[in-house]
């Protein structure tokens, strides 16, 4: 077996290109750039088995199938050595929530916590850098509105991500 299929399996909701590009740059700005190996993300599962990939794409398949959930990028909110933009999304809990049901029985502890999406926008920086960037940010901060298109399904190489599949929603389901 080759490396990468032996990588666990990260799913993530793909942020519209407006929403996307704003965040992936707020990133760029402040994540520090040897720790920023992957974008702007929203994730909803941390660590699925590898061996698992094919029940893993029907179950992304089977919860595509409504419409794309709308994404509110709300408050910003300081982590430890960072910060992150805080999501409200009940469109996209409904789909964590139908996907932990399928992935019950692989979820890791991580995984299994209450659903609390986010941006990270900055992490592992020094706290003085992290009280900066979120003083700077928090000045002109206005929350706004996207959409989730997609869902991503990746792998995880130690570091970086490798994009497996995008599974967009479709809006069919009644």
Known sequence: M?????APLLITAEADPESFA???GLRRRYFPPERNLIPAHVSLFHHLPPREHMSVEAALEAAAGRAAPTLHFG???????????DVEAPGLGAVHQELSRAFARWLTPQDQQPFRPHV??????????????????????????????ALLLWRYLGGPWERVRRVPFTGLAG
Do not use: I, Y
Request: glycine letters at 8%.
């Open 75 to 85: 408050r910003l909110r300081r982590l430890g050595r960072g910060m992150a933009v």
């Open 2 to 6: 080759s490396p990468s299929t032996e």
């Open 120 to 149: 990270t926008l900055m992490n592992k920086a020094t706290p003085e850098e992290a009280t900066a960037a979120f003083a700077e940010l928090s000045t002109g901060w206005a929350s706004f509105d996207g959409h989730a298109p």
């Open 22 to 24: 704003r965040l992936d």
